[in-house]
């Protein structure tokens, strides 16, 4: 009878042990997908996107031209997100975006949704200068020390949101069921008149 040297029988168990794993693997991709649904909380809405379809807002830009904005509507997209340890679950995520835009360099953008980890984000872009980190968004109802009070174009506005781009290049101030007061960025200052 001839004798298993040392070499083969490691290959042998080298061999079996990938055969178990191949197995074990190909069982665990057969399990029933189930959907969750991740949407944002609309009651937010007021708060974080007080603009409609058809919004204008009236801003002044360095004190000296006056831009309308103009509402491109709320674009809402589901977003399909199956990556995940089984590769067998879809999570759909809600999300939702406004454009208002003055010009092709004049415009900010708003987006609302939904994540798997993180709960529901907001951030807003302005221009090409900068986006924001992602806010949470009860950050946009409730805030948190400090409470900024600003004067806009002889008008006061209390409890001021001041949120930064992510570059810090960037100032937003926003307020609820208002919107967008004021943003600068490295080149210009926009202020709403209305």
Known sequence: MKQITICQAKCLKLLTLITILLFF???SKDCKPETFNNN????????????S???????????KDTLLFKSLGINKQIIKDDDNVEGCDINNLENLTLIMKASDTDYFEIKYYATKKEG??????VNQDGITKPNDYGNFRYYYPPITSVDILFTSYDTVNVIYSSNNLCTI???PKIGILKFQTPTNVYELIK
């Open 173 to 175: 101030y926003t307020k």
């Open 53 to 63: 379809d058809t919004s204008t807002r009236l801003f002044l830009k360095n004190r």
């Open 40 to 51: 944002v909380d609309e009651s937010y809405l007021p708060d974080i996107m007080p603009y």
């Open 25 to 27: 693997s190909n069982c």
């Open 120 to 125: 529901t984000l907001a951030t807003i872009r």
